[in-house]
């Protein structure tokens, strides 16, 4: 077993390595969808597709349910995760019960 200082070595050793051009670094490209921002009919028409309330959607997300109330209203924008989340929903409304976050 390798110990933390043998390992700390042997990565600068590589970095350097590399640096000269001697070894090629390993490199995994993965393409990530950028987020998408939703306006406030496409956050109704995701929840209605789930089929919930906007209390039970609010539950699901982990928001309050004045936060998904202003989202639909327009008033407020889903962040990040959220908008992560809506995009999934969008693409799939049977996760939420597919993957028992729900039971009906």
């Not at 906007?54 to 407020?76: D, I, Y």
Request: glycine share 4%; net charge positive.
């Amino acid at each position: 077993m390798m110990t933390i200082y043998e390992s700390i070595t042997k990565g600068l050793t590589e970095a350097i390595e590399h640096e000269k051009g001697t070894i090629k670094a390993r490199s995994n490209r993965v393409k990530v969808e950028p987020l998408v921002c939703f306006d406030r009919a496409e956050i109704k028409a995701i929840r209605r597709d789930v089929k919930m309330t906007q209390a039970v959607f609010a539950n699901f997300l982990g928001v309050s349910p004045k936060t998904v109330e202003a989202w639909e209203a327009g008033m407020n924008k889903p962040s990040g995760p959220a908008s992560r989340v809506l995009s999934m929903l969008k693409k799939d409304p049977t996760i939420p019960e597919k993957y028992k976050f729900i039971k009906r």
